[in-house]
């Protein structure tokens, strides 16, 4: 018999619709059944792709008598991470304070009332390597909630008291300078690795906020240290086993310290963040790797992350047949039964394929020696060797799309969709893709069409039904999506979407009494804190992104009252951003423009007419963080009194370029070769 979860469309909780654990979802049901029987709640939160997730299912929640003992004495719930991060922000919070680590599976015990008072990750079925088995944790948790609640309610209250203290920001008294800045470049070089590149030693994430930063370090400094830390880390990850040789796109983390073994799930914001990364290394270095990688992960995305309407996929799973990694990897016999000889030894050589393998008997492909070095080992061009490793690639792809792919988690997540969108619209603009501009049009369509209600943004879409109230993170990421996908196609329809999505923003999550923004909108459900993450971690946080997207705005519309807020939130960051630089790239990027003195430019002509693109592409071809770009064609419907707009003109009939910094223009321009002295 199917458990309350078979009525869900999360693929997360339709995996566990036939446990034997009497689950319910996050909602009144449940929390009206604690609170009536007095009982404590077994919060269990994951998502999809979390290998670990699997492996706690199976061996604890598919066991009948585990089951048994968590019916006889909890009210169990079970939560998509992805579906409401507010749940898994809050309790997150209480694991870590609790047990100084967290984690998926996460596993927390509440109260009645929804209080946390113990919990942690992952627990073994039996007593294991020091962790107690989760039976035992069960019946000890259920044993101490009935015998000793007085030490229970102390035990929340002292949680719930240090929660609050962990989100809570005061404002700085020191002003915000560059010196934030250089604090923060000197604690990542500190933690870099020289000579596998990556920050820290294992596992190592891709963080590209991080090297984001490094970047913009480098235009702002000059300094070449930071520049070569991102390249050194960018070609590691594209020559190791975390990028997907084959088939394009970056696996989630690398088990090791030079990016070999991954962690195989693939989620959609991870690809996101890392094509705009490599994109600006390339906009910067001219690197042809970098555009290929971009261009490749795109083309992954839109090949197997793409439904029918436009929307982007969450994730695809680290195992295919119960097996992780299973989809990747490759033995010698596979490819003799695949490729000819001579391309076989040579796609073998440069990818290191052995007969031993370098996971578990078998080869995750690899970048082993450089195409200049094999080439004069085999007596042949590099041009000859690129087009036989092309080759065999995409013969290897054809014999891969034949075994069992990885499960995917096929529902679209708002804010995830915003990080993609951003994507494909820059990478169309940046590298000429008009199919990477039509994706991006046409998932902007769909989220804006399909995933509001009343005007209220939703969370997430699923067998044709959009829900859940879309928090911080949704409005920061998509209206951030819209300002680019304006920029790369200076259509009015996403500025004007951008502007109103940010209004939206600030009347739901912005606290005039706190000074800060909260995850949560004011008409979202009381839950036992007002959660506030405020880390950039695998994205961006939903404040460091707003407050990115508040600072351009002010120039572009000219709001005193968002670069006010804005203002006031980098001000409640700045100890953190010096402190802790990497858990708040993102903020640190959103403090480098509110330094700088932005380029304002202002594209006035025909949409997509020959001289007007020429114009953009111009502005595209280089790596400008810290500037905005709009654009009108005339009578459009764009807001009035937009004053990097006003009284702009074409020059005699033709497209024109305005490059401003506070408003004080250089000469007007439609030469594409003048535009570009006004640039550098």
Known sequence: MPNRLINETSPYLLQHAHNPVDWYPWGPEALERARAEDRPILLSVGYSACHWCHVMERESFENEETAALMNES?????????????????YMTAVQALSGQGGWPMTVFLTPDGKPFYGGTYYP???????????????????TFKESRGEVTLATGRLLNQMQQLTATPPSVDPLTVDVLHQA??????QFDGKYGGVGSQPKFPQPMTYEFLLRYHLRTGDPQALSMVRLTLDRMAEGGIYDQIGGGFHRYSTDAFWLVPHFEKMLYDNALLVRLYLHAYQITGTPLYKRIAEETLDYVTREMTGPLGGFYSAQDADSEGVEGMFFVWTPQELAAVLEGADCDLLSRYYGVTGEGNFEGKTILSVETDEASLAAEA?????????????SRTRLFDERERRVHPGRDDKIITSWNGLMLAAFAEA???LGRTDFLDAARKNAGFVLDRMRLDGRLLRSFKDGQAKLNGYLEDYAF????????????????????????????VDLFWDEVAGQLYDTGRDHEELVIRPRDISDNAIPSGSSMAASVLLRLAVITGSSDHARRATASLRSMREFMGRAPMGSGHWLGALDFYLSTPKEIAIVGGVGEADTSALLSEVHRRFLPNSVVVGS????????GLPLLEGRDRLNGAATAYVCENYACQLPTGDPGILAEQLA
């Open 74 to 90: 909890f009210v169990c719930i079970k939560v998509d991470r992805e579906e409401r991060p507010d749940i898994d922000s809050i």
């Open 125 to 143: 079925p039996e007593d294991r390597h020091g962790m107690p088995g989760f039976p035992r944790v069960l019946q000890s948790i259920a044993r």
């Open 185 to 190: 470049y000197r604690g990542i070089a500190s």
């Open 379 to 391: 007596g042949m061009s590099e041009e000859k060797l690129r087009e036989a490793l092309k080759r």
């Open 428 to 430: 169309g603009a940046v």
């Open 478 to 505: 998509l209206a951030d999506a819209l300002l680019v996908l304006h920029e790369a196609t200076l259509e009015a329809r996403w500025l004007k979407e951008a502007i109103d999505l940010a209004d939206g923003m």
């Open 633 to 640: 064609a005339g009578d459009d419907g764009l807001p009035n």
